[in-house]
DNA sequence: GATGTGGCGAAATAATATTGCGTCTGAGGC
DNA sequence: GCCTCAGACGCAATATTATTTCGCCACATC
């Protein structure tokens, strides 16, 4: 199973540095119980090893005036993997569009978008993705309000599922 | 305009901190062209004021056991705002609700879910959300693959619009 | 029971964060 | 035009933290 490499202490390592990621090596290293250095040891591994991807400070958006998030539901022409591939790239070079999530079901992709104001992302709509190569049609959802928004992964729920194959 | 009470240091320090929340403050200093003590009050400052709203880790899902992420796209029976309130409480309730975010349109609530595999994600999706009160429809899309998962905001839109406004 | 591997922690050192303070610049009042 | 003051800067000093070094212990292997 994924993950089973890892002990307790490095799982713990990983739910404290997503919940603070700034936390000092320190304060880590007395939150999960051991020294200094070989809690900083465990966090390069993790790192190194790919289960620390980055870290990132997180922004307020309508602090910072990006007032308008919207969910832009994708359905292409081509399901072609060339097709598919070349819309990905067109999503990753639009600023605006944050995620980018190619589902099943009839939806190909799910988009989601930010932008200062509903006008800067009318354009961007019209003139950008609506109008791109391939794209058959776009259902947009503003949203309105976010009544959740956790960063990262429910470690409670690792937890529980490892017990139990204990 | 929302963000204006920023100069530009502070948003080359957000941008900064967006795309590496570790970095050290010396390092941040040198970017942005001051000396360590006005960054760090800068830094300080941006927090306490709520720009920057936290720090966390960016944990591969993958790697820790979480295989499967889906979309959920929920449809409620009741629109009251008690109604509503109480279903985002729910959505609090569920670890394996990473976000929910009500829209405009005839989906109520978009659900962004995360799974270890998916029975469990079916169980869920079977004895917990569709079966939750006032819940009408859910419609789910499994992500096939994920493109793009830009954290943060798009800062380059943003200096580009001020210089325009300026 | 010898031996090697891996992880721990104490101590020392290097780097960083943080505080205190003197200086400069720009806005507003006289 | 000049004075004054608030705000922000940078230097220098200090406190805290990160990082390296090293010896010790537990466990698995043979």
Known sequence: MAGSKLDPIDRHILAELQADGRMTNVELAKR???SAPPCLRRVRTLEESGYIKGYHADVDARELGFEVQ???????????????????????????????HMLNGEIDFILKCVAPDLSTFQSFLTAELTAADNVASVKTSLVIRCAKDEPGLPFDVLEARLSKSA
């Open 32 to 34: 999960v119980g051991i």
């Open 70 to 100: 919207v969910f832009a539901m994708v359905r292409l022409q081509s399901q072609a993997e060339a097709d598919l591939s070349a819309f990905e790239a067109r999503c990753r070079a639009w600023p605006l569009v944050r995620e980018c």
